[in-house]
């Protein structure tokens, strides 16, 4: 069962403009949320976090929202840059007794941002 | 200041062979972790430790085992790999397991078992 979803495999957008990666998550104990982003041939990097009780953070050009309602967060990229292009992993955790700190990701969403 | 390196970082196996893959970190962290990144699956836990001698069962600890002998090390062995076994095997730790969650990554070791 997957907790965390990112249903789009794959996104292009023009260089300049808004890139909205999304995901979805079902486990309700989850109260922390990252995006990291990974090169080929590198290591994922992490980007931008948010926590639970926030519904949005901000970093420079990139953005998380998050909707505990729906169980959703996003990812905007203001504006899009060509070096933006990557795969972008969301992740959830909790940090609850179990203090493990580990991490449960999505899929991965591929982006592309053209010239 | 390496951070977390990985060895080696590719490696061809045949099937019933055994293998270690070495994670080293630079950085004074209690935590690390073992992921492996197929198509289309993201990154799934393998094993983990939250400390020198210690360590547990990820998502998907079959066919795998783990030993933090010191805190800077964490050892994932193949006893006999397979060919489903063929992924790309990321190593990560962090500091604390509190906070901010942030785990840094090494750059992967690709391993294809025939």
């Known amino acids: 069962d997957q907790q965390v979803k990112q249903n789009s495999p794959s996104l292009s957008v023009q260089e300049g403009r808004i890139s909205i990666l999304n995901c979805d998550y079902t486990n309700s104990m989850f109260d922390y949320f990252l995006w990291y982003k990974k090169y080929p041939a590198e290591g994922p990097t992490f980007l931008i976090s948010?926590?639970?009780?926030?519904d949005k953070n901000e970093d420079g050009r990139f953005t998380v929202f998050l909707n505990k309602s729906a169980k959703h967060l996003s990812l905007h990229i203001v504006p899009s840059q060509p070096g933006d292009s990557a795969v972008y992993f969301c992740?959830?955790?909790?940090?609850?007794?179990?203090?493990?700190?580990?991490?449960?990701f999505g899929q991965g969403t591929t982006l592309q941002v053209k010239p | 200041n390496a951070g977390v390196t990985q060895t080696p970082k590719f490696r061809v196996l045949k099937t019933g062979q055994s293998m270690t893959l070495l994670c080293a970190q630079d950085?004074?962290?209690?935590?690390m972790y073992w992921y492996r990144q197929d198509p289309g699956m993201g990154l799934r836990l393998i094993h983990y430790?939250?400390?020198?001698?210690?360590?547990a069962k990820g998502e998907v600890p079959d066919g795998y085992n783990v030993s933090r002998l010191k805190k800077q090390n964490f050892l994932l062995g193949l006893e006999s790999a397979a060919p489903s076994q063929t992924s790309v095997y990321f190593c990560?730790?962090?500091?604390?397991?509190?906070?901010?969650?942030?785990?840094?990554f090494g750059p992967g070791t690709r391993l294809l078992v025939l």
């Open positions: 430790s939250v400390g020198e001698g210690t360590t």
């Open positions: 950085m004074n962290h209690e935590y």
């Open positions: 992740a959830a955790t909790s940090h609850g007794s179990s203090n493990t700190g580990k991490l449960i």
């Open positions: 990560a730790s962090r500091f604390l397991a509190g906070g901010s969650g942030t785990q840094y």
């Open positions: 948010i926590s639970s009780i926030k």
